[in-house]
């Protein structure tokens, strides 16, 4: 079964909360380490809020302009796992129904998801 997640629609709520999430976690960095840390702190610079970017970028079907003004190259430059980099690449060069496709099932709570795992922990390239 193929789950409707991700869709732009739960992306966008889950942005209506990182507000909160970054003056939390600065608040943390900031009492507990102090300014040097907490100043350092970057919440755009996570995977986690550069892959809904890119899973931004295939659900609007690939947009010229990019996403949030960075283009797919730029935000994929930013992940740091060559294998999750791997998956995504191949995402865009797939033709956008099943790259969207093969998003949704990787990202859905699918059992289907241990195949990604598999496949992203044998890649070699």
């Given amino acids: 079964m193929l789950f409707d997640y ?8 889950g942005d209506l909360r990182i ?11 900031l009492k507990t380490f102090g300014n040097d840390i ?14 809904t970017r890119l899973a931004l970028y295939l659900l609007r079907s690939k ?6 003004g960075q283009t797919f190259d730029q ?3 930013q992940i740091e796992n060559k294998y999750r980099r791997f998956i995504w690449k191949t995402l865009k060069l797939m ?4 790259g969207v496709r093969l998003l949704k099932l990787w990202w ?11 496949l992203s922990k044998r890649i070699s390239y």
């Avoid at 991700?6 to 709520?13: D, G, L, T, V, Y």
């Avoid at 507000?19 to 960095?29: E, G, I, M």
């Avoid at 859905?108 to 598999?118: A, D, L």
Wanted: aromatic share 14%; no cysteine; charged share 30%.
């Fill in 6 to 13: 991700p869709n732009e629609e739960a992306i966008i709520k």
């Fill in 19 to 29: 507000p909160l999430f970054v003056s939390t976690n600065k608040q943390f960095l």
């Fill in 38 to 51: 907490a100043d350092l702190y970057d919440f755009k610079r996570r995977s986690d809020y550069i892959e």
């Fill in 63 to 68: 947009p010229k302009d990019g996403i949030e």
């Fill in 75 to 77: 935000l994929i430059s």
């Fill in 95 to 98: 033709p956008d129904r099943i």
């Fill in 108 to 118: 859905s709570p699918s059992p289907y998801k241990k195949y990604f795992s598999v």
